[in-house]
């Protein structure tokens, strides 16, 4: 695809997914997956996008990464039977932050299915951006559950998307670093995961600048370790010169860009800074290098905020103007006193000097000139400006291989989710 002109920009959304409950006070909801997509509709921006049903990939499609005795246990764990599974209960750190729930495995295939699938749809140039935001789940670890976190559908997302795609780039915007993903791909030089989070005596604890990768991937781990207060100008500051220099050095061919909402100003777990325009900043920078992308959620936890930074996003995706007066929708009541769309900023200290700010932007500069030049491809045959490499044959739809095992229901649901949504 071009950088310029429109583009075609795909949506995956399940209205069974604001049905799952975490329990009572616990911070994460995915309701608010919902109410992004009340807003989405009542803005009427799904009129420009393709919204797709995901198929349900099955579960062996989740052990590409997830080791099968842990995937196997997420099948079978429920609240009723989790008295006897104490043990592996323990083992695979399920319990508080990551609670049992109803239908908790129906969950993880839910919003992992989207994010597979709008991988597929890039893979096979259907779409040139993917929007997944029940997605962006990336603290899971390869036989463990994390930070509300069980199976890490970023990490099943850039596997697919490594089937076409010679080098793939993960961006996480979420206030927490994106430890899950930069695991899974610590010693590739195939996959960059670049980080910008809250460092220091804050969950989950990792992504300290040195941290760069091991053996090939030397490197390929980038992480901008950040202090209290971010605001919108810091984090333009920073976010756009180390991300150009990926995309000069690394050059991929496509990128999973995780958009937690939890680094915006007023979030319950949260102490960033961050308005929606300053967050939508690095959505738009990143939109405009033109490359093919799965546009994932990710955390977000004060559930009036979320919605609003999604909807904006979407609408910035979709190069749309949404007035800043939100439209009458279902969940009108969570948006008051004042019921627009941004929501002020406050007057907290940024604890980011700019001396810290251009210092820890020049190390990561300096370990992107350190890296070899676009890895993989040879100079000659190309590859670089977003191009798909030479030889790569264009899947079918879909293109996950769980066998058809889907529900046939749940096959390109377009024509029924507008009808839905025209009510
Ligand atoms: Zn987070």
Known sequence: MSASGKKRVSYFYDAEIGNYHYGQGHPMKPHRVRMTHNLVVNYGLYRNLEVYRPKLVSHTNLTRFHSDDYVNFLRTITPDNMTEFSRQLARFNVGEDCPVFDGLFEFTQLYTSGSIGGAARLNSNQSDIVINWSGGLHHAKKAEASGFCYINDCVLAILELLKKHQRVLYIDIDIHHGDGVEEAFYA???????????????????GDVLDV??????????????????????????????IGKIMERFAPTAIVLQCGADSLSGDRLGCFNLSLKGHASC??????FGVPTLVLGGGGYTLR?????????????LDAEIKDCLPYNDYYEYFGPDYRLHMPTSNMTNLNSQKYCEETTIKLLNILDDIEAVPGVAVESGGLNGQTPKGMDIEEEGGQDDGGKGDDKREGKKGDLKTEMAK
């Open 213 to 242: 990768g091991i053996d090939k991937g030397k490197g390929y781990s980038i992480n901008f370790p950040l202090n209290d207060g971010m605001d919108d100008e810091s984090f333009e500051k920073v976010f756009r010169p180390v």
């Open 283 to 288: 959505v738009s920078y990143v939109k405009s």
């Open 305 to 317: 905020n979320v919605p609003r930074c999604w909807t904006y996003e979407t609408s910035v995706l």
């Open 188 to 206: 590739t030089s195939r996959v960059m995961t670049c980080s910008f989070h809250k460092f220091g005596e804050y969950f989950p604890g990792t």
